[in-house]
């Protein structure tokens, strides 16, 4: 496919864009803006100025201009974003307040109401909490939204003038009935407050959102006319640039959050709440386990001792599988699965000397890869089975990581040459939206073709799996016993 594509991942720590020259099918830029969540807001809040990810967008792409990048010659974007923010919009397009974020747990007491209310579990996480929250709390901004959206729609609202919500990242709504791909008329209606004339009209790709507009040119510099593509949630455009966008492969992300997720023909419905029924960005679906304790937990560890990654690492990897004892239950922000919102984490085994950053980072890496591994097992319930796992995400990088995802999962660890998957997945989507312009069949899988490869894989050692079998137990054993699992 001729020219350039760009993918952008609007995440929780950074935003990461790449550049892909669809005639040599290779990305031949990239870049990225880290930033922090919003300082001392009470007990569970997590929220982030929408301001913050628009000028990360901007200085991402003047980074891949100084590399070289000609943005006239882009010929479209697509945009993946961390799923389940709510950002609130005024009828004139102003930001109303900060985006309460999918790791805000003070919204836990809304969820249970309205799971209540609904009559099925609705995750704290789910931008459905964060609504009523707004609504309860602070009428005054209720009163003056004009419009629901998530994170990577109001990039794309920034990019177009066009108020959206892409259905994949929509049906982490908690107001969406998957299998119809729509908005839950009924629970709509329930929420109250006018809620249904605040969101947006659905797309889903391939239709485009549009193109750029004369405005969203002079934002970010991209060409005006270039196509925007629907984009998506970051673990929907993950499953695209890691290839999982028919049912076989299942990918494990370790960033901020952890995730597992694989593609299926159909909606799969957890009774529970656990593993979430997600629609994907193709026309699919997407059940997925989520934790919100992955690298936020090892980076605790690294800015504690002011180490980094490489040295750590080092030194974490001639510590024993199993810590020798010590268990790291990682809750440290809440939880959504084990549902255990208002948690905290738990150190058990604690024994002289362990006060020591190899030992704490391991089990960092070892506690966050087991409460993984528990979610899995329901994955596994529901029909999702594990046979190879594609690992993408920030802590995929880390090889000790992924001997010990190998070791207690008990199965192949494969990585993937490009690792920013969700970018990669903007760039593709973008593309395949363009081929279905002109041939509404065009295959997906064609478009990835030669961009999505996969590298090394780690197999999982006898040893370590027989460890870790052990370790598992305990673990369980201690989600009993501290937290009533
Ligand atoms: N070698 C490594 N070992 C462990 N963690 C790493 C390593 N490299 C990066 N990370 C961590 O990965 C995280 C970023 O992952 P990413 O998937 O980009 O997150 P998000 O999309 O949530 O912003 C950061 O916390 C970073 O410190
Ligand atoms: O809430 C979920 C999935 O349901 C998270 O996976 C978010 O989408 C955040 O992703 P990262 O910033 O960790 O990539």
């Not at 830029?29 to 919003?38: G, N, Q, T």
């Not at 799971?115 to 929250?133: D, Q, Y």
């Not at 026309?283 to 990654?309: I, K, Q, S, W």
């Not at 899995?376 to 690992?391: N, Q």
């Amino acid at each position: 496919m001729r020219g350039l594509w760009l993918g952008l991942d609007v995440g929780t720590q950074s935003t990461k864009a790449l550049v892909v020259d669809g005639d040599a099918r290779r990305v031949v830029a990239r870049a990225s803006v880290a930033y922090d969540l919003i300082a001392g807001l009470p007990e569970g809040a997590a929220e982030q100025d929408p301001k913050t990810w628009a000028d990360a967008v901007v200085a991402c792409l003047r980074q891949v201009s100084d590399q070289g990048v000609d943005l006239s010659s882009v010929r479209g974007v697509g945009v993946s974003g961390q799923q389940h923010g709510l950002v609130l919009l005024d009828a004139a397009g102003g930001v109303v307040r900060p985006a309460k974020l999918w790791c805000d747990t003070a919204t836990a007491s809304e969820a249970a109401v309205l799971s209540e209310r609904f009559g099925r579990a609705v995750p704290t996480g789910f931008t459905a909490s964060k609504i009523l929250w707004v609504q309860e709390h602070e009428p005054e901004n209720w009163a003056k939204t004009a419009t629901v959206m998530l994170p990577h729609d109001y990039i794309n609202f920034l990019l177009t003038g066009r108020r959206t919500m892409e259905v994949g990242d929509a049906s982490g709504s908690g107001l969406f009935d998957p299998v119809a791909r729509g908005f839950n008329g009924r629970e709509v209606e329930l929420m109250g407050g006018g809620v249904g004339d605040r969101l947006p009209e659905l797309v889903e790709a391939p239709e485009p959102v549009g193109a750029v507009s004369a405005a969203g040119s002079s934002w970010c510099g991209l060409p005006a006319g270039a196509l925007v593509s629907a984009g998506g949630g970051d673990n929907m455009m993950s499953a695209i640039g890691s290839g999982a966008t028919t049912p076989g492969p299942v990918v494990l992300s370790l960033g901020t959050s952890g995730t597992v997720f694989a593609c299926a023909d159909r909606a799969v419905i957890d009774p529970d709440g656990l593993i979430a029924p997600f629609c994907d960005s193709t026309g699919r679906y997407l059940p997925l386990l989520c934790t919100m304790n992955v690298t936020g937990v090892t980076e605790e560890v690294r800015e504690a001792f002011g180490m980094d990654h490489g040295a750590l690492t080092e030194r974490a990897s001639s510590v024993a599988a199993g810590c020798e004892g010590l268990l790291w239950l990682p809750f440290l922000a809440g939880e959504r699965v084990p549902d255990l919102p208002t948690a905290s984490g738990t150190l058990t085994g604690m024994r002289h000397g362990w006060l020591d950053p190899a030992v704490l980072f391991r089990a960092a890496i070892e506690g966050t890869t087991l409460n993984l591994a528990w979610g899995a097992k329901r994955m596994a319930g529901l029909g999702v089975s594990i046979d190879a796992v594609r690992v993408v995400g920030g802590g995929s990088k880390n090889a000790l990581w992924r001997q010990v995802a190998a070791d207690v999962f008990g199965v192949p660890v494969v990585t993937l040459e490009e690792p920013e998957s969700a970018a990669l997945g903007g760039a593709i989507q973008a593309m395949w939206t363009e081929a279905c312009g002109s041939d509404v069949s065009a295959d997906l899988g064609a478009v990835g073709e030669g961009l999505i490869r996969t590298g090394g894989e780690v197999e999982p050692s006898a040893s370590g799996v027989a460890a870790y079998a052990g370790v598992y137990e305990r673990y369980c054993g201690a989600l009993a016993r501290v937290y009533g699992v």
